[in-house]
């Protein structure tokens, strides 16, 4: 096992790998279909069959095909997570954190003249406080 990525599969797992892809292969095989591509359509639609067959008849031997789909799905996230948190924090939280700076306002409860940004409790600290604090 290299990166994580097991070698072998269970015949469940190689089920488990098999039917979903295959199923998502059909689904872009009819998307490409409805959309008029009928090349791409039987050629999704033939991988998904094949895809599924291997799954019902060999699910043991999809071992390396699983190890070369989850390796390209690693690759891929790989590229595509830094672009997508980038996407989120320059396009959410940069402009609310902007916005709350025009305003004055912040989501702590704390004064910019304050000598300190401790707080008192009123009450001391108890024993039955302390237990299962969370």
Known sequence: MADG???GLTATEGRRFA?????????????????GHGELAIALAAL?????ALGLL???RLGPVSRAWMGLAVA????TTPIFMGVIFFGVIAPIGLLLRVLGKGPLASRRDAASLWHRREVGARRSNLSRQF
């Open 76 to 79: 891929i996230s790989k590229v």
């Open 19 to 35: 039917f979903p892809v295959g199923g998502a292969f059909l689904v872009l095989g009819g998307v490409a279909w409805w959309r």
């Open 5 to 7: 990525i097991p070698a």
């Open 58 to 60: 060999f699910p043991t």
């Open 48 to 52: 998904a069959v094949l895809l599924g």
